[in-house]
Each structure stands twice: as C-alpha cells, then as structure tokens.
C-alpha cells in the first residue's frame, strides 16, 4: 500500500484535505459556524455521487 493510499483495511475515520469550493455567501453562512462546500469542481464525490457536504467553518483551510 503507497502512503496515502485508503483502503477498505485502513483505520477509520482518517483525516484527509479535499479541495472544495465554498457555496453561497461565505462570511454570512460561516455566522453560525457552518458551511456548504461543493467538491463537484475537482470530481471528487461520494460512492452514491453526493458532492455538497456542510462542514464547520473551522476544518476549512483558507
């Protein structure tokens, strides 16, 4: 296995970085600490093809 590389083996949950895009107004969203990413911009999406995700403001790296 290559570093990096997840696998039904691996341990979970692992931290990762994906890059994405915020969605909507982001200061105004971020009030309550939260908000809509989309990953759709770099094809990155979930086995069953989800690619918005609500994140805390904080786990963003600007």
Known sequence: ???GEL???SDY???VT???VIQ???EATAGDGVVTVST???GVTTLDGREEFT???D???R
């Open 40 to 42: 759709s911009p770099h």
């Open 7 to 9: 696998t039904p083996e």
């Open 18 to 20: 994906v890059a994405c």
């Open 1 to 3: 296995m290559e570093l």
């Open 13 to 15: 949950p692992v931290e």
């Open 55 to 57: 994140v805390r403001w």
């Open 24 to 26: 909507g107004d982001a």
């Open 59 to 61: 786990q963003l790296i």
